[in-house]
């Protein structure tokens, strides 16, 4: 059996699970075994028909009171505990955050081994795996040898995909029993995004770095965000500036973006921020320097000062549209 840990906040689902599960069933398809999946907390039981029509057999739903909030270290117990008892061949997560650091307690509650961000998997009579390492600028093959493999898959090397035919999603109730002690770290507050478009699922982002020059320089980058229904996102010489918030970050140590479109404005393309954003299905440059690392990984660049060519391009949208 493979078991997909199912990533949400309050019943809200984590596209990021739905990566895992596709990943799944690939998996599933080359080792055997049936796909089911671990929902944790009440609040995700609603989940149960995506997760179906992702390829979910089985899930397995654990409810304690304790079970509210995410908590890293009552979430790896659950799924600790759910190992013991459902003894999968393979435990699958998203490498997301939650996903890493929820399969890091379970390894090491367990004395697992785990083999974080994979883009491969290759059963056989040796588990063989490639993975990112260094940021993205260096693919590891890896083997392993254990009796439970716990693997992340690289977020957003998998796109997520609808099974053929919905599985049967089957309900199996999995209660865990649960220390308080573990309840010491536990999320307790959110600050909403103020669209609810986030940098890590938009579908446009309009990224501006250390050419932009200021706080006040990303109005014209906001203004044509808006207008693309996207999200602002930002190199790390932003952030270090203190220009913008470090939510906006993309690449190594910020967020990792998979939009439709990126439009990356005044950043010069260095390997921590590329690694954040080369899941990007079409890149358009927009720099002064025709050499920058950017305008050539780019499909499409412009030549020239952003503090032009980004009102430029807001201005003709507006004018096509009206
Ligand atoms: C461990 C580690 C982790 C890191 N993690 C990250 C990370 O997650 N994300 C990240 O982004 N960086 C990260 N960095 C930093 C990274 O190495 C670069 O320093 C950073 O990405 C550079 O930001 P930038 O492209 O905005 O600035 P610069 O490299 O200074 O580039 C500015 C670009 O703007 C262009 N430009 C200037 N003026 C204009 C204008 N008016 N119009 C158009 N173009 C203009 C220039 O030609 C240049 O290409 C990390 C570094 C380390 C060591």
């Not at 929820?102 to 063989?128: F, H, I, K, M, Y």
């Not at 490639?130 to 009796?147: I, N």
């Not at 089957?170 to 309840?183: C, Q, Y």
Request: proline share 6%.
């Amino acid at each position: 059996m493979i078991l997909v840990l199912v990533e949400h906040d309050r019943g809200e689902l984590a596209p990021a699970t739905l990566e895992a599960l596709t990943a799944a069933r690939s998996l599933a398809a080359d080792a055997g075994g049936p796909v089911a999946a671990l929902s944790i907390g009440a609040d995700a039981d609603g989940l149960a028909g995506t997760l179906a029509t992702y390829g979910a057999e089985t899930i397995h739903q654990s409810h304690h009171e304790l079970l509210t909030d995410y908590g890293p270290e009552l979430w790896g117990e659950v799924l600790a505990q759910a190992i013991d008892s459902l003894s999968p061949s393979f435990v699958l997560a998203c490498g997301t955050d939650r996903g890493s650091e929820v399969l890091a307690q379970a390894a090491a509650r367990r004395d697992l081994p785990l083999v974080a961000n994979c883009t491969e998997v290759r059963p056989g009579s040796t588990l063989e795996l490639t993975r990112v390492r260094w940021g993205g600028s260096l693919l590891e093959v890896t083997t392993l040898d254990a009796p439970v493999a716990l693997l992340t898959i690289a977020h957003h090397a998998v796109e997520a995909s609808l099974a053929d035919a919905p599985a049967a999603g089957a309900i199996s109730p999995h209660p865990p029993t649960l220390d308080p002690v573990l309840a010491r770290s536990v999320v307790r507050g959110r600050v909403e995004r103020e669209a609810g478009i986030t940098l890590a699922t938009a579908p446009v982002v309009v990224g501006g770095g250390r050419g932009v020059g200021s706080p006040e320089g990303f109005a014209p980058l906001d203004e044509l965000a808006a207008l693309l229904e996207g999200a602002v996102g930002c190199s790390r010489a932003v952030t270090n500036n203190g220009w913008r918030n470090h939510t906006d970050q993309v690449g190594q140590t910020g967020t990792r973006i998979a939009p439709e479109v990126y439009l990356a404005c005044g950043i010069s393309g260095a390997i921590q921020h590329w690694v954040g954003a080369m899941a990007a299905k079409n890149i358009v440059a927009v720099n002064t320097d025709p050499e920058a690392n950017m305008v050539a990984k780019a499909g499409y660049a412009v030549i020239g000062d952003l503090h032009e060519v980004v009102p430029a391009i807001a201005a003709e949208i507006t004018r096509r549209r009206a």
